[in-house]
Nanobody, 119 residues
Framework: QVQLVESGGGLVQAGGSLRLSCAAS????????MGWYRQAPGKQRELVAF???????DYSDFVKGRFTISTDNAKSTVDLQMNSLKPEDTAVYYC?????????????WGQGTQVTVSS
C-alpha cells in the first residue's frame, strides 16, 4: 500500500500563487510517474501536470506557462508551483502516483486539497 499526503492548498486572489506538495510513503518499489489532477464542482477530474519516468512532463494547455511541476523520486515527492492563478483554477487538486511492484502497475490517489481563487 502507498499513502499520499498533500498540502499547500488554500484561498488566494486572482493573480496570486500557491505551491502544492505531495509526499508518498509505504511500499514503494518503482515509481513510474507522479503528478496532479483537479476536479471542479460538476466537472470530471482532469489532468493538470504529470511527470513520467522522471523525465517526460505533460501539462494541460490551460496551465502551460503558469504552473510548474517538479518531483524528487528519491524522496517520493511531487510539487506543483502555481502562478498567475485564475478563478477558473478553483478546484480540488489531487496527487497521483503510478508505481510498479512485482511486474504489476498500480496507481494511488491523495485525499485532495482545495484551491480557491477569488476574483
Amino acid at each position: 500500500q502507498v499513502q499520499l499526503v498533500e498540502s499547500g492548498g488554500g484561498l488566494v486572489q486572482a493573480g496570486g500563487s500557491l505551491r502544492l506538495s505531495c509526499a508518498a510513503s509505504g511500499s514503494i518499489s518503482e515509481i513510474l510517474g507522479m503528478g496532479w489532477y483537479r476536479q471542479a464542482p460538476g466537472k470530471q477530474r482532469e489532468l493538470v501536470a504529470f511527470i513520467s519516468s522522471g523525465t517526460t512532463t505533460d501539462y494541460s494547455d490551460f496551465v502551460k506557462g503558469r504552473f510548474t511541476i517538479s518531483t524528487d523520486n528519491a524522496k517520493s515527492t511531487v510539487d506543483l508551483q502555481m502562478n498567475s492563478l485564475k478563478p477558473e483554477d478553483t478546484a480540488v487538486y489531487y496527487c497521483k502516483i503510478d508505481v510498479r511492484s512485482r511486474g504489476t502497475r498500480y496507481h494511488y490517489w491523495g485525499q485532495g486539497t482545495q484551491v480557491t481563487v477569488s476574483s
